[in-house]
């Protein structure tokens, strides 16, 4: 498996900006399905944003779409996601997660799906 890093959370303001970073290593970076998902207290964890290695297609949380961008640099084996005009809603900490298996009937939204996980990081948006 794949050991995954995160990186870039912090506390900003409504309407600021973060880029978080989620480096791999263990195994070569190729090949692997990619997601973000986050966890706000007391809540469930929930998918953000997916990329299909194979397909080249990303899928995105209806609530992120426009806001959010999820991007892979396989030279540095890390992927991206920056998100911009943050709310309070945004709140929560963020894992990246590894697969891979194959998405198929929006598997990618699925936190069984994924076989590694990094340790997270908090983003606090204050309003």
């Known amino acids: 498996q794949v050991q995954l890093v995160e990186s870039g959370g912090g506390l900003v303001q409504a309407g600021d900006s973060l880029r978080l970073s989620c480096a791999a290593s263990?195994?070569?970076?190729?090949?692997?399905?990619m997601g973000w998902f986050r966890q706000a207290p007391g809540k469930e964890r929930e998918f953000v944003v997916a990329?299909?290695?194979?397909?080249?297609?990303?899928y995105y949380r209806d609530s992120v779409k426009g806001r959010f961008t999820i991007s892979r640099d396989n030279a540095k084996n890390t992927v991206y996601l920056q998100m911009n005009s943050l709310t309070a809603e945004d709140t929560a900490v963020y894992y990246c997660a590894a697969t891979r298996r194959y998405y198929s009937d929006g598997s990618y939204a699925f936190p069984r799906t994924y076989d590694s996980w990094g340790q997270g990081t908090q983003v606090t948006v204050s309003s």
């Open positions: 990329f299909s290695w194979s397909g080249g297609r990303t």
């Open positions: 263990g195994r070569t970076f190729s090949g692997y399905n």
